[in-house]
């Protein structure tokens, strides 16, 4: 899992230097964010099944993501988005079929509790 991890890592890395646009580089971001955060769960290591269980699948998504990022997008951003969903999938359903990152989301709004509203000055933070 660490190489996985690490290959995750060097596609953030890759998608800060590119001159994608704004918002796309932010959609990459999170779902490789996701991916990695799902990847650091501790049960997921032992039952990861399809495109995640692979090595070789994390290289072709840094590929893919050098590609995309050196072209400037179009369609293949749809095509990388993919791919990264497909491997989220893949750990996901090492969780026992449980979407992980759901599922901490879910508990991070239950201990803070409820839905996080947006602060709209710093006297927000404070009360």
């Known amino acids: 899992m660490l190489k996985q991890y690490s290959i995750l890592s060097k596609c953030l890395c890759e998608l800060k230097k590119s001159d994608l ?5 932010l959609r990459i971001e999170v779902q490789l964010i996701q991916t990695k955060r799902i990847l650091l769960d501790h049960d997921v290591e032992h039952g990861i099944t399809g495109l995640a269980r692979s090595e070789r ?5 840094y590929v893919q993501l050098r590609h995309v990022c050196d072209s400037g997008g179009g ?8 791919l990264i969903q497909d491997l989220k999938d893949g750990l996901n359903q ?3 079929g449980r979407d992980l990152y759901t599922q901490q989301q879910a508990s991070d709004r239950k201990y ?3 839905p996080l509203k947006p602060l ?4 927000d933070i404070f009360r």
């Open 112 to 114: 803070l509790g409820g």
């Open 120 to 123: 709209h000055s710093v006297k």
């Open 94 to 96: 090492a969780g026992n």
């Open 57 to 61: 699948e994390f290289n072709d998504l």
């Open 21 to 25: 646009p704004i918002i796309e580089k």
């Open 75 to 82: 369609a293949e951003i749809e095509r990388l988005k993919a």
